[in-house]
């Protein structure tokens, strides 16, 4: 390709994709907005009521606002793999001091908020739902309640949504992207091969159900937690919101003894809440199917319609960011596996800046495959012991705060003090020099032997040996084992700091913060089905110089992970542990992707394993990792 054309990169490619998906989601929320605002309009007109270009058409434009913001939200913190951390609690720990906490909160609140405006707004008179209530004409304005307990009862869900959104994660990109076809289940890889709108028709039903539930739960409990806590100070900010807009409302109006509630009230909640959570769940129902979608356009790989195909999917492969690495490793899967004319040009661009496409995209997927062992390596050999050595040259000294030493011969007889100044530094020196040289018994002085004495005699007297066991510093440990034990078994509770095999296991293989389990198992397919392949499409045999380093990562990770799962031994919290929970599903995932992928290249290359550097070991060692598997693949 000529150096005049500049590559373009593959963000620059991914991101008008991710536009394009986000747009089709936000069509699906514009769809429940109008649902909604058909919902919670004003009935006495059957034709205005719904028909678009009216009234129901502006509170659909406004409510739109509320699901945008979870959009914005939705790409603000996308990310793909699952968050590997050793215990829910660490979870905690670490994410709740990154500002995604904070972000999510203020999104959910100010989106809750826009919902209530434009609700409250829309709903008709009859609901007395005004921020107001005129009294008779000698009496002043006064606050409505009413508006009020809705408010609240939304900031409520808002913050229930926030920690259901943290919890799950719903950041994370769902559907076939973070499901590898190794090991899965037949309704898996159906689910992620299906488009967004089956994927959406299949869930909505379980959706539908679960937002039910929630909205039913919070307006029959949201009148209780909100006498209970919230009433008074929910009051007082309206009054100072009533004083800023300078209504005409006695500053010191006080709360009514009796709630106003009423079974409208409570209708109206329920009602309410519910298109609320439509609202924001179906959006990042919506926006979690589309956006997950494999990286094709049109049929084709995303990178197809680009001047340079093969040098924006290199970009992909060396970038930093970890969305656009996962997408780039998704493509070159699908590309080894479906698109053969792809992974020709792939083996015949050879004149490329670097070397060779082929050569360079094989190094990137090596080096995410070797991370697996290097990082088992790291927690098997910690290096923290291991000091770096220090040339002399490179030691700094610090900075001089005492006097110099004399420069006077240390035998001659130093002059009587002078100064003040000298008579006090002779005296310390005196006094250092006497303890220096008679040190302490190593028992202690008589003082102390004398005071343990009294205090042995005393607890021989005064306790008993059961008690004096009880208090024993064994005994005490002994204890609170037992009680950390038995509070960790409590369901639900304990469960949040547990360390288990699963959790530990995974974030020791595929890496902290987000799991890197689905580019890796991407690689090794794509290592695998193009090896395979270059048998019949590799006119120059480039590949073939790369089979025995492929071969070796291979049969080192496949060798890592057995060993990792075998003798990690289990955390002290792990009290529910069982010797089947090591197999642990995402470490299986990868095994039997790589026993594939060993006995693909045995398969493939053992013809002629020395004419392109195989050693008979090493093919020896992959025909015994590959097992069973070389005999499905030849059968």
């Known amino acids: 390709m000529p ?8 963000r620059e490619i991914l991101t008008p994709a991710l536009h394009r998906r986000f747009t089709q989601a936000a069509e699906v929320s514009l769809l429940f907005c109008y649902l909604t605002a058909i919902i919670t309009g004003d009935k006495s007109s059957i034709l205005w009521s719904w028909f678009p270009l009216g009234p129901a058409g502006i509170r659909t434009l406004l409510l739109f606002l509320s699901p945008l913001l979870v959009f914005v939200l939705r790409v ?29 909160s203020f999104c959910y609140v100010l989106s809750a908020l826009l919902f209530s405006e434009v609700y409250i707004w829309s709903v008709p008179s009859e609901a007395n739902l005004s921020w107001v209530l005129q009294g008779r004409s000698w009496e002043r304005q006064r606050l409505n309640e009413r508006p009020i307990y809705l408010r609240s009862l939304y900031l409520g869900l808002a913050l229930l949504q926030t920690a259901d959104h943290l919890w799950f994660d719903h950041d994370k990109i769902r559907g076939s992207v973070d499901k590898a076809h190794h090991g899965s289940s037949a309704e898996e890889q159906a689910q992620s091969a299906t488009s967004p709108t089956n994927q959406l028709k299949s869930k909505f039903p379980k959706l539908l159900q679960r937002i039910g539930i929630i909205s039913s739960v919070a307006a029959i409990t949201g009148p209780i937690i909100y006498s209970l806590t919230v009433r008074k100070v929910a009051w007082r900010t309206s009054l100072a919101c009533a004083r800023f807009l300078r209504w005409d409302i006695p500053a010191t109006a006080e709360l009514s003894i009796i709630p106003p509630y009423h079974i409208s009230l409570v209708a109206r909640s329920l009602l309410s809440g519910f298109c609320l959570l439509l609202l924001w769940q179906g959006s990042n129902l919506a926006f979690s199917a589309y956006v997950a979608q494999e990286p094709i356009k049109r049929g084709q790989p995303l990178t197809q319609d680009s001047n340079d195909p093969n040098g924006s999917l290199l970009n992909g492969l060396k970038s930093r960011k970890s969305l656009v690495k996962a997408f780039s490793s998704w493509e070159l899967a699908l590309i080894s596996k479906d698109y053969p004319a792809r992974r020709v040009s792939i083996f015949r661009d050879i004149d490329r800046s670097g070397g060779p496409t082929w050569s360079q995209i094989s190094s990137e997927c090596l080096k995410m495959i070797q991370g697996v062992t290097t990082r088992i390596s790291e927690h098997m050999n910690p290096s923290s012991g291991q000091q770096a050595f220090i040339r002399p040259e490179q030691l700094q000294s610090l900075p001089r705060i005492g006097i110099p030493p004399k420069e006077e011969p240390v035998f001659l007889k130093s002059p009587p003090p002078s100064s003040r100044r000298e008579i006090i530094e002779g005296k310390i020196s005196t006094f250092a020099r006497s303890h220096g040289n008679n040190p302490p018994p190593a028992n202690g002085s008589p003082i102390v032997q004398q005071s343990k004495h009294y205090l042995e005699q005393a607890r021989t007297k005064l306790l008993t040996p059961d008690q004096q066991e009880a208090i024993s510093p ?11 034990i038995r509070f960790l078994r409590i369901p639900y509770v304990g469960h949040p700091f547990r360390q288990t095999f699963a959790r530990r296991i995974r974030s020791i293989a595929f890496g902290q913060p987000f799991s890197q389990f689905v580019s890796i198992v991407d690689a090794i397919d794509a290592l695998t089905n193009m090896a395979a392949a270059s048998i019949k499409e590799d006119d120059y045999g480039k590949v073939a110089k790369d089979v025995p380093a492929i071969l070796k990562t291979f049969t080192m990770t496949h060798q890592s992970l057995e060993r990792l799962t075998n003798t990690l031994q289990p955390h002290w919290t792990d009290v529910e542990f069982e010797e089947s929970q090591r197999q642990v599903k995402d470490v299986q995932v990868t095994l039997a992707a790589l026993r ?3 006995a693909e290249l045995v398969k493939a290359f053992d013809g002629f394993a020395r004419e392109i550097g195989l050693e008979d070991k090493d093919i020896r060692t992959a025909k015994a990792i590959a097992g069973n598997q070389m005999q499905i693949i030849r059968n």
């Open 474 to 484: 064994a005994h005490v440990k002994s204890t609170l084992d037992t009680y950390l």
């Open 3 to 10: 150096a005049s054309i500049r590559t373009r990169l593959y």
């Open 596 to 598: 594939r992928g060993l």
């Open 76 to 104: 603000a913190q996308l990310h793909c793999g699952n968050r590997s951390t050793v215990s829910p609690s660490h979870t905690f720990r670490q994410f709740l001091s990154r500002r995604d906490v904070l972000e999510t």
